[in-house]
């Protein structure tokens, strides 16, 4: 089993005042534009934070909760002094997906308006796309839901950072859970791209090396934007698996209808979930009862009730809170990052971030921790999302990946599996 992590507290009650955010509450953005001039790379002053994040595409389902944690941190930034004497700017900004040409001309925009740190993109396909582009620029790129292990050694110029881990502990948890649920012949149906593809990879790889197969020995993967798949689901049904994983984004509803309809539907062949399609949106488009006992995994810490309450005030109609606390966390280490470094510029700070998050004395809010930095002390900011502890690589080394469980409602349940786990610098 993953050897357990070293425990931490989560953050305390955060205290935010009603924002309306537009990805998701409908209403206008209050993000204030910068002022022309200044530069990604110089640093101007002011830090700019643009947001990358899924409005549009098939992972629209997954931004609410993205956006909403941005913005709750910009708040709590600027409630508390911002950040080297100056409020924080943010601009916000669609990722799309893969299928769309969205993200570069947001980037474009981004970069243009002189964003110091872009948080984004959600989708790992998606970053491919931009990363060279706003690394050469000299900005920060940081992700809060990337997970495709190629990220570790991308060649980012020091400026790539995420703070979900990679899907090498995703994978090895998920693939742990199904084996511990007595399952030896998994059947693996992943959309082809980098996130399905390096996951399927890491749950494949943790079944087969205990001793257990795959049905068919290989995953299979599947174009997005197919209108059915039909052929893929026959071609697992074939294999006569004992369990199913599901690794894709919004267009998963549409698979597991094809499962159902193939005979083997949650009911039939126990199903598991990811994080790109694990939410309770998914079950809206599904027959009540579809998704009782699927279990999914989600990397992450449990989102408290306090933070659930403050996300409420930036969105009320929010369902889900996948990837928000990393998405809050992402921007409360780049403004302490740059408190440390005393510059917005984007290297400036990259080379600061790794430090915030480890060896240090311990604090757990912006507030707390700009007080320390300023009195010239040294500091570990533990958040939401967990320890962070970002290594030079600029991944998480200590994470949590939730273990969850719809209802016959088809409603994710309150009881969590919360799994701790390591990975290496």
């Known amino acids: 089993m993953v050897s357990p992590a070293r425990s931490w507290r989560l953050l ?112 790992s396909g998606v970053s491919f796309t931009v990363i060279d582009k706003i690394t050469s620029a000299g900005a920060v790129m940081y992700s809060p839901a990337n997970t495709s292990p190629k990220f570790t050694d991308y060649d980012d110029n020091g400026l790539y950072f995420r703070t979900a881990p990679s899907d090498v502990l995703q994978g090895r948890i998920l693939g742990e859970t199904i084996l511990a649920d007595g399952h030896q012949n998994v059947g693996i149906l992943a959309l082809q791209d980098p996130y399905g593809e390096g996951l399927a990879d890491n749950v494949g790889s943790t079944i087969t090396d205990a001793g257990a197969s795959l049905a068919p020995e290989q995953p299979v993967f599947y174009d997005p934007a197919a209108s059915n798949f039909d052929a893929q689901v026959n071609q697992v049904k074939a294999a006569n698996p004992d369990a199913i994983v599901l690794i894709g984004f919004e267009e998963s509803a549409k698979v597991i209808q094809s499962l159902v309809a193939a005979g083997i539907g949650p009911q039939q062949v126990p199903l ?26 989600l990397p992450g810490a449990e989102a408290t009730t306090e933070f659930r309450k403050r996300l409420a005030t930036v969105d009320p109609a929010l369902k889900d809170f996948s990837y928000a606390a990393e998405s809050y966390d992402a ?49 570990d900011y533990d958040g939401i999302s967990g320890p962070i502890e970002l290594s030079d690589k600029g991944d998480p080394t200590s994470a949590i990946v939730g273990i969850y469980t719809y209802g016959p409602d088809n409603k994710l349940l309150a009881e969590v599996d919360y799994q701790p786990g390591e990975l290496e610098e």
């Open 331 to 379: 921007v409360i280490t780049s403004a302490l990052a740059a408190i440390a470094a005393e510059s917005d510029a984007g290297e400036a700070l990259a080379a600061e971030l790794p430090g915030v998050t480890r060896d240090g004395e311990k604090c757990t809010s912006f507030e707390q921790c700009k007080t320390l930095l300023e009195d010239g002390t040294d500091i």
């Open 12 to 123: 305390a009650a955060i205290s935010a005042s009603s924002l309306v955010l537009a990805a998701c509450g409908g209403g206008d953005s209050d993000s204030t534009e910068p002022e022309e001039g200044g530069s990604a790379a110089q640093g101007d002053g002011t830090l700019v934070i643009g947001s990358l994040l899924p409005q549009t595409g098939n992972l629209a389902f997954l931004g609410p909760p993205e956006f909403a944690g941005v913005e709750l941190a910009i708040k709590e930034i600027n409630d508390a002094g911002g950040v080297l004497g100056k409020p924080v700017t943010y601009i916000e900004g669609d990722s799309g997906d893969t299928q769309q040409d969205v993200a570069n001309p947001t980037v474009d925009r981004l970069l243009a308006a002189n964003a110091d740190v872009i948080v984004g993109a959600a989708s």
């Open 272 to 297: 598991y979930l990811v994080d790109g399609n694990l939410g309770n949106a998914l079950g809206e488009d599904l027959p009540p009862g579809t998704l009782k006992g699927t279990k999914g995994s």
